[in-house]
């Protein structure tokens, strides 16, 4: 099967939708597909255009024999509303250039978040007479404005409009959470369109390994009880929560805080530490380390040399928001604490793995407490990775999803 896969975010952007994307294309190749890949040129979560891809409007690459048309993008590293209206529009336009250049799909594939792109793709599909599948990862402008990323009224309407375009005209739409189907259907949208298939992760890659491993050691964190954070850093994850709850912990130097994330986020969060009263009085206290993404080869270390990982939400986040680090915590075999909104998506799913405490959103005090608990308490924090881990072999497990992605590309499928 010819498989086009519209993603905004692929490969080698390190989180978000790009690893997922990543992996699903290259899967779908290993089983013998035809996968085309159309992206912008990376530049998340910096908001740069990464070296070596700068200054070029068209790029096509040939990545574990995927083929990847990358197209430019306006970007900008901070963002106003006009620069974020510039960057969905260059990628309509540019994006559907290169779109049409290459073989007829069998299939459209599309990613949203960014809502625009339903128009080309839309368009793409009448002309190549190929189904096409919306794959929701976040429902706009719905979060947007929850979060008031988006507050302009006349934007807003333009969205809802292009929201209701996407899903009127696609053939399926593929969803990651039933919360998100209960949306959707909340809104019109027929049943029979709707089809649920879970984020997934790599059980292979993300595994559960030795604790005191290379990443420990490069980090000084041997005999350390390690709570780890590692993803985007943003308005909706609230980390200034984990520097609070750390000053709780000074007194436990045993007690490792180590924040994974973009560096320039860093940075800001850095100096957030520097400003607490608890450090700039006390300079010994040093529990809390920042670090940069990791290469994507030492992953598995990474979050293997965590006692306990992090999932972090603002209290204002929408119910139905997922964040793909559950699954990679899960398969790690690692205790999550999850600061998360307890009617929340995420909430769910991790009471249902029986993987993670979920503790109100916000609060440095409940955070401090609940890591104090674990600490002192080894054999639940054992149990808790070993339920997250079998959770993911039996529900997040990549080669589930692919035979899910096979069976709905197959029933959209023209004879």
Known sequence: MRILIYSYNYYPEPIGIAPLMTELAEGLVKRGHTVRVVTGMPNYPEREIYPGYRGKLYLKEIINDVEVQRCYVWIKPKPNLLDRLLLEVSFVVTSFAHALNGNCPDVILLTSPP?????????????KQAPVILNLQDILPEA???VELLKNKL???????????AYRNTTKISVIADSFAENLLRKGVPAHKIVQIPN???????????????????????????????GNIALTQGLETVIKAATRLVQFPEIA???????????????????????RDNPQATNVKLLPFQPRKTIPQMYSAADVGLVLQ????????????????????????????ASGTAARAITASGGGVVIPPED??????????????????????????NCALEKYNFEQALNLYEELFATVQKP
Not at 115 to 120: F, R, S
Not at 316 to 325: A, D
Request: hydrophobic share 45%.
């Open 115 to 127: 809502l625009p792109v339903a128009i080309p793709a839309a368009l793409l599909g009448w002309i």
């Open 144 to 146: 947007a404005v929850h």
């Open 155 to 165: 934007l807003i309407y333009i969205f809802t409009i292009l929201e209701r375009f």
């Open 200 to 230: 997934w992760v790599d059980i292979n890659f993300i595994r559960p390994l030795p604790k005191e491993n290379e990443f420990r050691c490069a980090h000084q964190l041997g005999g350390k009880f390690v709570v780890m954070y590692s």
């Open 257 to 279: 805080i180590v924040i994974i994330g973009e560096e320039k986020a860093l940075k800001e969060l850095q100096d957030y530490h520097d400003n607490c009263p608890e450090y």
């Open 314 to 341: 603002k209290h204002n986040v929408i119910s139905f928001n997922m964040p793909s680090k559950i699954q990679i915590l899960l398969a790690s075999g690692r205790a999550i604490v999850a600061s998360v909104p």
């Open 364 to 389: 440095p005090d409940a955070l401090a407490a609940t890591i104090l608990e674990l600490y002192r308490d080894p054999t639940r924090v054992k149990l808790l990775g070993e339920k997250g881990r």
